[in-house]
């Protein structure tokens, strides 16, 4: 990728992640979230994956989950920073999360957690995840969401913009669930699924929320962010819109945290194919229970709908 398409400093990622990785244990609700769930989700499969690698791993949460299933025998952990590969529990390899030294058809599952949400070139990261799993091999991740975070980033927005006069991005932005399906069908995974959910965490206050994103990784890492850090006034300016739209009664603060889960197979003939257009056995309009109409004309429809999942965190002293 040529430099003007580059989005994140991927340097300074690295140098961030490596200073505060003695704090990663103390502030692994997020990690300890997507871990649970990403490891209920494979041990549903009810087929055994020999050989696993947890792909920006941080300190192995993620794996060592996985490593307690049954069906699980060997699990490798891959992370860009050596002080948090360091914490690891198994073998383990240092690289970029976007550039892979993965063996063909070598991994029969890959799992991330967290992490895939910070690269540069995504659309290039899953074509290499795919290729490094063997045929019917399964990938699943989790990354942030479009709606991850919004409440901090119109905070510092309107803040600086008042006290400064001007106002530069704080707050990496992250892609919606449609757009990161989008991209696990243009990276040729069968059978994609992409899927979110919202969770509201409560912190003590907002400079305690913004102590724990930057401890995973999550502060300003653009390149096209301001060279000057956040003046005194800025920062307590940005702390009082907080509190003023986005307090609980018992004066702690909300954030929201968009989880986008991710899920494709690498193809194999054995897998299951679409049909063929005009081949289906009963109409639509039957399953549905509705009345069919011919086109132009207007069509009614049950208005059942589906809302997206939401999980309210309870609070917590000292972070999440």
């Given at each position: 990728m040529s430099d003007e398409t580059l989005l994140f400093d991927r340097k300074l990622l690295r140098e961030r992640r490596a200073r505060f990785a003695h704090e990663i244990e103390a502030r692994e609700f997020l990690l300890a979230h997507v871990a649970r769930e990403i490891a209920e989700r494979v041990e549903l499969m009810l087929r055994p994956f020999p050989l696993a690698l947890d792909l920006g791993a941080y300190h192995g949460l993620l794996g060592r989950s996985l490593a307690e299933i049954k069906s699980m025998r060997g699990v490798i952990y891959a992370e860009s920073v050596f002080a948090l590969a360091a914490l690891c529990p198994g073998p383990s390899l240092v690289c970029d999360e976007d550039l892979l030294p993965l063996k063909d058809a070598s991994?029969?599952?890959?799992?991330?957690?967290?992490?895939?949400?910070?690269?540069?070139?995504?659309?290039?990261?899953?074509?290499q995840i795919r290729r490094a799993l063997k045929p019917d091999g399964l990938f699943i991740a989790a990354l942030l969401g479009a709606r991850a975070l919004l409440e901090l980033r119109q905070a510092l927005l309107e803040a600086e913009a008042e006290t400064e006069g001007g106002a530069s991005p704080r707050v990496s932005p992250f892609a919606d669930v449609r757009d990161y399906g989008a991209l696990l069908?243009?990276?040729?995974?069968?059978?994609?699924?992409?899927?979110?959910?919202?969770?509201t965490v409560v912190y003590p206050s907002p400079r305690e929320l913004m102590r724990e994103v930057r401890a995973l990784g999550g502060g300003n890492v653009l390149l096209a962010r301001s060279k000057s850090p956040l003046s005194r006034k800025t920062l307590a300016r940005a702390e009082a819109i907080y509190r003023e739209r986005h307090a609980t009664a018992d004066g702690r603060v909300s954030a929201t945290f968009e989880i986008v889960y991710l899920s494709g197979w690498a193809p194999d003939p054995s897998q299951q194919k679409p049909l063929r257009p005009g081949s289906a056995a009963?109409?639509?309009?039957?399953?549905?229970?509705?009345?069919?109409?011919?086109?132009?004309?207007?069509?009614?429809?049950?208005?059942?709908?589906?809302?997206?999942?939401?999980?309210?965190?309870?609070?917590?002293?000292?972070?999440?």
């Amino acid at each position: 990728m040529s430099d003007e398409t580059l989005l994140f400093d991927r340097k300074l990622l690295r140098e961030r992640r490596a200073r505060f990785a003695h704090e990663i244990e103390a502030r692994e609700f997020l990690l300890a979230h997507v871990a649970r769930e990403i490891a209920e989700r494979v041990e549903l499969m009810l087929r055994p994956f020999p050989l696993a690698l947890d792909l920006g791993a941080y300190h192995g949460l993620l794996g060592r989950s996985l490593a307690e299933i049954k069906s699980m025998r060997g699990v490798i952990y891959a992370e860009s920073v050596f002080a948090l590969a360091a914490l690891c529990p198994g073998p383990s390899l240092v690289c970029d999360e976007d550039l892979l030294p993965l063996k063909d058809a070598s991994l029969n599952l890959i799992v991330s957690g967290l992490a895939l949400h910070r690269v540069n070139d995504l659309p290039g990261a899953l074509i290499q995840i795919r290729r490094a799993l063997k045929p019917d091999g399964l990938f699943i991740a989790a990354l942030l969401g479009a709606r991850a975070l919004l409440e901090l980033r119109q905070a510092l927005l309107e803040a600086e913009a008042e006290t400064e006069g001007g106002a530069s991005p704080r707050v990496s932005p992250f892609a919606d669930v449609r757009d990161y399906g989008a991209l696990l069908q243009r990276a040729g995974f069968a059978l994609p699924v992409a899927d979110a959910e919202t969770l509201t965490v409560v912190y003590p206050s907002p400079r305690e929320l913004m102590r724990e994103v930057r401890a995973l990784g999550g502060g300003n890492v653009l390149l096209a962010r301001s060279k000057s850090p956040l003046s005194r006034k800025t920062l307590a300016r940005a702390e009082a819109i907080y509190r003023e739209r986005h307090a609980t009664a018992d004066g702690r603060v909300s954030a929201t945290f968009e989880i986008v889960y991710l899920s494709g197979w690498a193809p194999d003939p054995s897998q299951q194919k679409p049909l063929r257009p005009g081949s289906a056995a009963h109409r639509l309009a039957e399953a549905l229970h509705t009345t069919e109409h011919s086109a132009g004309d207007k069509a009614s429809f049950p208005s059942n709908r589906v809302s997206p999942k939401t999980t309210d965190t309870p609070p917590r002293d000292g972070g999440v």
